[in-house]
C-alpha cells in the first residue's frame, strides 16, 4: 500500500507540474485592475490561455482572460470597435501588466 501512495504521488506531482496555468479576469477595465473574476485557471486538454481586448480608437476600453477550447488568435472590427483575441500556452503568458 506504501509503495502504491509513493507512486500514486509521484504521478500528481507530474501531472501538476506539466498542466498550463492561466490568469483568468472576467472584466478589466482601462482605468484600473481586474474587477470580476480575477484569479488562475487550469488549462485541460485542448485549452490554451487566451486574452481578448477590446479597443476603440485604437485605445484599449476592456480586456478579458482565462482558459479557452479550441482558441484562435484572430482580430476584427465591429460596431466602431476592434476586437483582438491571443492565445498563447506558457504559464500565465496572458497577463496584461
Known amino acids: 500500500m506504501r509503495k502504491f501512495l509513493t507512486i500514486f504521488s509521484i504521478c500528481c506531482i507530474i501531472i501538476g507540474a506539466a498542466s498550463l ?3 483568468t479576469c472576467h472584466l478589466r477595465m482601462l482605468s484600473d485592475h481586474c474587477r470580476r473574476g480575477f484569479g488562475v485557471c487550469v488549462a485541460q486538454k485542448h485549452e490554451t490561455c487566451m486574452t481578448l481586448k477590446i479597443y476603440q480608437s485604437n485605445t484599449l476600453q476592456l480586456s478579458y482572460m482565462g482558459c ?3 482558441c484562435n488568435n484572430l482580430s476584427f472590427n465591429f ?3 476592434t476586437y483582438v483575441h491571443k492565445c498563447c500556452s506558457y ?3 496572458n497577463f496584461i501588466a
Open 91 to 93: 504559464d500565465h503568458c
Open 68 to 70: 479557452q477550447r479550441f
Open 79 to 81: 460596431n466602431n470597435r
Open 21 to 23: 496555468m492561466c490568469v
